[in-house]
C-alpha cells in the first residue's frame, strides 16, 4: 500500500495546480492571437492625414478594438498619410507600413508595430 506524507500531498498539490493554471494561461492566449488574426481579416476604413504614428496606431486600436502598440525604438513622431475604405485591417498594415521600414507581428492579445 502507497503511503505518502503530508509534503508529498503538497508537493503534488503544487504541481497540478502548475499544470492547471499553464493549461488555462494556453487557452486564454490561443483564443487572444485567434481574435486578434479575426480582426485582420474584418474591413476598415480609416483617412489619416499627416497624423503621427503613436496617435495613429491609437486610433486604429480603437477602431477595431484591438490593442496595436509601438516596438521599442520606433519612432512614434513618424507622419503618416493613409486612406482606406474598405479593404481589411491586414491589408491596411501591410500598404501603410513598408514604406516606412516597418512592419507588425500579432502577439498574444495585441498587434505590435516594429523595424524590419
Known amino acids: ?14 504541481v497540478v495546480g502548475l499544470g492547471i493554471v499553464l493549461a488555462i494561461q494556453h487557452q486564454k492566449s490561443t483564443a487572444a492571437r485567434k481574435r486578434i488574426v479575426n480582426e ?3 474591413p476598415t476604413n ?3 492625414v499627416k497624423h503621427p ?3 495613429s496606431t491609437l ?5 477595431h478594438r484591438t490593442p496595436v502598440l509601438l516596438a521599442d525604438g520606433v519612432d ?3 507622419l503618416i498619410t493613409a486612406k482606406f475604405r474598405g479593404p481589411s485591417l491586414k491589408t491596411a498594415l501591410d ?3 513598408p514604406p516606412l521600414d ?3 507581428e500579432v502577439k498574444e492579445g495585441w498587434i505590435l508595430i516594429k523595424h524590419r
Open 1 to 14: 500500500m502507497f503511503r505518502f506524507t503530508i509534503r508529498d500531498v503538497l508537493w503534488l498539490t503544487v
Open 40 to 42: 485582420l481579416g474584418q
Open 46 to 48: 480609416f483617412d489619416l
Open 53 to 55: 504614428l503613436r496617435d
Open 59 to 63: 486610433y486604429i486600436s480603437y477602431l
Open 76 to 78: 512614434g513622431d513618424i
Open 95 to 97: 500598404t501603410m507600413l
Open 102 to 104: 516597418l512592419d507588425y
